[in-house]
């Protein structure tokens, strides 16, 4: 055994049997024993960022870690984008980076750069294997850390000796499971005393809470003290639907969100941060709570959310209220005419598949899907959590694999989508049962309302040539049969209607390009 | 005037006026300064890799630096692989990345990341522009640290609110220009010495020394001296073809190189470094010279490399020596039959057109291109340098936006292609003369040598699925056309020969899938 197997035993010991990968010369040995365990599932990404994005949609849905193979830092580099976005997520992420062979490092060689100052600024845990009979040990820590709290990013650097050199070391060694501590009941009590006594409470959630039975159990509280129940702006995964909670999110644009909290005097933050504007804007303000209004945070990372959310509702008396009636819209009718993001999201609503999972960076096209899919069947719904576009086909390709038996539905803005274009191809490549919606608006809507809003009411050929993509127009439908995945276009609500349906009752990856 | 007024005009003062880009929110006030300043050309490349990659690919044939436009942290690292590529073959760059305005940070809001940790592996130079004022003098120490020695990566952080605020600081400050420093004349006399009194001796050049005259003047003194003339493997930008010296370059495998430089016992190098493996392999040497060779190192960066040879030339006589007779082999004969590396080299051979740049990334397709080329018309040739797949098509890009009235052949292997395939759709947008061949082997060619190298005689499922890309093929003429760029297949050396010669009387870009 070498160190390479070691390692690759000890993920397996470690329940972490998915690797997503794009090996290079310094991880030969590697990729040579992942040949020898046929236990590991390996998955190509033609690019690195459909690698991490795809170990980020993986951790939300199987709820552990999965392993990524990296080469060397430009390999790393180049999937930082999407760690950045698991790294907002709160999901687990055990990195495998690729460096030179110790000893090989002082030369020199082209591919040399700093693996350890790249990877930091997205890492929890970053640590080193030098030699064979570390890599063991070292890759427990990486998997004990990535377990941390909701989860965490953890990067091993792979030396190409500690891989190829021989080790006697036993595999097998199993990383602790990380255990939550109890809740401050304190809190909890003066957090149930500001629900029972004062209006305008807001309670704002995100992360475990936003998931079932947590969700429905905190829609209890808020109806029987009146408060009202938020999400926070981006989630790693929520779960919406036909007889969940209705939901809505702090929204993006900072005048709405500010409008949102105008009122509040109170908010209980359970899983979620303190709402601040996603960018700063001239005489704007960028926290987006009112000065007056008292936050109070129920739980910390370390905290049991569930057991915060159990002991807020004995303490306010929902645990033994009735369930809140469903308000459920009625699935609105099909418009007809030219498609558009309501129409989108309508027909959306009245075809997903019971159970699926809704993978979202549709960015300025998914402003209104909410609002039309209240009453579509239960779903997950999984959002871009750090800003970093190029995450949503890859992060359907993660979902789709940590869930065979679930549909996926990636709600792709176009602009977004060319980032990591290649997660395409991994979807055929593993037969992925994937429905891509292309919001095809040919443009960098969201910084055309951002130009706007900077005092520049015409854009000028610099700023066309910089925020739009219709010259020449992107087609999606060759570009996705060029990497195997099968295609159409609508133009119209009906024919998007049609296409989505039968995308939904047919196996394997479709893309629909919606000309809106 | 705001502070990306200020930052515009600037780069303009010192004659940088093209903006290679991908803006978000928090750079829109530097969208909006470009948008009223016409004389910036501005270029949108659809990922990161595309911006940075086009970035080198124009300051090499530029001879000046690009500005690049990236978005807050992940923008950034995004672009960092093409920049650890630009770092290696000594371009200068002046990035140009956004982030929150400064009071924003401390909120940390979705994208907030730690900019400047990320930037400094990959930058000679990081500075930061906290507020309008300091835009000017920080962008003129950007520019000037950009120019020292060959090039150099500069990365100059624009805090939003720093773009946004007025300033009355005027604009136009003037970077100083980098005035190298005189040769050692002691050392150049004792290289002389070594070329007339030694055998094998071989003289290893790189960076400037590939250009003309110099190359040819290098030529002169190896024929008088009877030394060896060897350029690096992997170079910036290297001028060949009809009538110019056939310089060879050190073999990438690391036994051909160790066999390259068996018998050599005296190395001098000149822009060049000593010669190491790519990558270290067990029981194999990570140096390539013999132990026993001398190495004597003509010219430092700060060095002026023109009058290093100049000066090398008068002492070994060669200055005064007619130049060498070119030893021109006639170009070979079309062969027939199916498509193979060395049938699309002689191909290009016969078509390439006079004074064409080609940008090659054909990895292990490539191995034999200079021996079936060297009597092709007079050309430029630039290499991937620092080993990050994903620059080929990119610096395409930048060295046709940098030599308008030039064809440019792109030469890409289809794994690395697909990292920034995005590039082609750049290359339809601003109607470049680029002629793209796609390798098509469909699979990481180098790594099955690698792997069968460590021992794995016949790849099994897990290697195959991480080094093959043929499930499904790749088809790129779709993929191409989807960019709107036009393309088509190539199964046999007749048909390729056709497509080239016909893309290459033709204006705008094409690409060839040509099937191996």
Redesign the interface.
Known sequence: MNGADLLCETLLANGIDTCF??????E??F??A?????R?R???G??E?VVTGAADGYARMAGKPAAT?LHL???L??G??NL?NAR?AGSPVVNIVGD??T??LP?????T??VA??A???SHWLGRAENADSVGLRTTEAIAASRQFSGQISTLILH??AA?SDTTVEAGNLAPQWLPTSPDIDRIRAAANILKTNQNVTILVSGQALLEPHLTLLSRIATRTGARLMAQ??NARLQRGQGRPDIERVPYPVDQALAAFENTEHVILIGA?EP?????Y?GKP??ILPNTCQVLKLGEPEHDIAAVIDALAQETGAAIARAPQSDMPPTPDLPTGPLNPDSIAIAVARCLPENAVVCDESVSSGRNFFTHTHGAAPHDFLQL??????IGMPMAVGAAIACPDRKVLSLQAD?SG?????AL?TQ??ERLDVVTVIFANQRYQ??HG??R????AT?????R???D?D??????????????VEAARAETTAQFHDLLSSAFRTPGPFLIEAVI
């Open positions: 990968a794009n090996p290079g010369t310094s030969m040995h990729v040579a992942l040949d020898r365990q046929p590991m390996c998955v190509l033609m690019s960022g193979l830092g430009p390999g580099t180049n930082l984008a950045h907002r030179h062979a000893y090989h030369l020199d060689a082209p591919l750069s700093d100052a790249l930091r600024p997205m190409a000796d190829w702006q981006s941060s601040v504007a996603f960018f700063a001239p960028g926290r959590t750090g800003g970093a576009i190029g602009g060319m980032y990591t274009v290649q191809w055929a490549r969201i910084l951002e130009l809003n900077v005092g520049a854009p000028g050929e610099n700023a040539r910089m925020l993509l010259d020449p127009a992107l087609d999606w439908v060759s570009i996705a049969r060029g990497m195997g």
